[in-house]
């Protein structure tokens, strides 16, 4: 399903339930020993998810351990983002030859709690969605496409970056574009202005996702 939105260099495996032969290795497992039940098991389907993509790329697979703010520690020759919710898991993974980062992130397709909308919307985002379609929970939407945002940033950057630090728009063709509202880092001699994604309603879920290409 989430392949739909990928460019064919990026590798994606997702699943809807959690498979009994998915395992983690000793020290991923000591990073969630803690941890309620429902956070290991996704924890673990989503890493066996990692593990799958990672074979179809030809490449061994390291643990993926969390590290600054909780971001996957994924091989230098590895892009990669992984995503979990309710009833949906998935990874996606590329070569760093292939692309620069990738963010990916799915959701519910339901409206946001009360009040979220406000905590993580700009009030030109929120005029923007309220011009768009009634079909689609444009505000779960947002959230997701600010959170495939984010995975796709901290990578190259190692920085965090606020809700409020980009502003985003869609489009019903199934694009989105987010515009950076803080300095972006050079790359190849330009500075990253924003990103480019794809967004996807199936199935009862919200998916978007960012692949960041070299220039």
Known sequence: MIDRILPAKAVAVEAFEDPPEAVLLPVEAAAVAKAVA???REFTTVRHCARLAMAKLGVPYVPLVPGERGAPSWPSTVVGSMTHCAGYRAAVVAHATELRSVGVDAEPHGPLPDGVLDAVSLP????HLAGLPSSVHW?????SAKESVYKAWFPITQRWLGFEEASL???TDGTFS???LVPGPVLDGVELRGFEGRWLVEDG??????AVPFA
């Open 38 to 40: 429902n956070r290991r």
């Open 139 to 143: 505000d779960r939407l947002l959230f």
């Open 205 to 210: 879920f919200v998916l978007t996702a960012i």
């Open 169 to 171: 728009e869609f489009a």
């Open 124 to 127: 030109a985002e929120r005029d």
């Open 178 to 180: 987010a515009r950076l």
